[in-house]
């Protein structure tokens, strides 16, 4: 079946330091992987959506330069949080999905910043 | 502005009791609706999706659209206590693999027994 992995699954970084999160998609090619923060208040936010062949499209409020992403394959995606504040706190997200099939989520990746 | 509005925010219905969550989008552009369910401290977990108007079932799962008003609503009966959980509505503009599905706040649903 159709599973997401993303890692690492909990992190705590300083305020103003920088973390990466990583996203595999596993058993289908990810035409299109979508990040997401859903924020301590539930707020669910589209943070951009990478579609292969496409360029990144970032929602607003969110910029390349704060998120910048990589996808380079069908299976995998990176995203880095730039100069992290205590606003940037919350759980990150990745959804995969193949063609127009389901979009599957991993389990996230929870920032906390001190 | 939310542009996916659900409500009630928060749910408590007894076990056995039927659950009714709401879901409007305010983007006249969208075509396709999704439910999704998140245990809690666990990934979104798509339940059921809806293109057409009217009803689709599964199990004691039950999907309404009503295309003319954007609104959609997920009703559960014979809840069960693993039903409690967050439920997420999201909307889209297509259902191709560049569609940007806008989510709402969800529904926090609590059955208990």
């Known amino acids: 079946g159709a599973l997401v992995y993303q890692y690492p699954r909990r992190t705590i970084c300083k305020s103003g330091t920088s973390m990466r999160m990583e996203c595999q998609a596993v058993?289908?090619?990810?035409?299109?992987v979508a990040w997401y923060r859903q924020s301590p208040q539930k707020t669910f936010e589209l943070i951009a959506l990478?579609?292969?062949?496409?360029?990144?499209?970032?929602e607003q409020n969110f910029t390349q330069e704060k998120f910048p992403i990589s996808h380079p394959n069908l299976s995998f995606s990176s995203m880095t949080v730039l100069n992290a504040y205590l606003e940037d706190r919350g759980l990150y997200l990745c959804?995969?999905?193949?063609?127009?099939?389901?979009?599957?989520f991993g389990a996230g990746t929870r920032l906390s910043v001190l | 502005q939310q542009k996916v509005q659900q409500s009630p925010e928060s749910l408590i219905v007894p076990e056995g009791g039927m659950a009714s969550l709401n879901c409007t989008s305010s983007?006249?552009?969208?075509?396709y609706f999704w439910w999704y369910r998140q245990h809690s401290g666990k990934s979104p977990k798509m339940l059921m999706?809806?293109?057409?108007?009217g009803e689709k079932e599964e199990g004691r799962f039950t999907v309404h659209l009503n295309k003319a008003s954007l609104h959609t609503s997920l009703h559960i009966r014979d809840s069960q206590p693993s039903d409690s959980a967050l439920y997420l509505c999201a909307a889209s503009r297509s259902g191709g693999s560049n569609a940007k599905l806008t989510f709402g706040k969800g529904t926090k649903l609590s059955v208990k027994s």
């Open positions: 959804g995969a999905r193949a063609g127009q099939n389901t979009l599957y």
């Open positions: 990478s579609t292969v062949n496409s360029a990144i499209k970032y």
């Open positions: 058993g289908f090619q990810a035409t299109s």
């Open positions: 983007d006249r552009n969208v075509d």
């Open positions: 999706s809806i293109f057409s108007n």
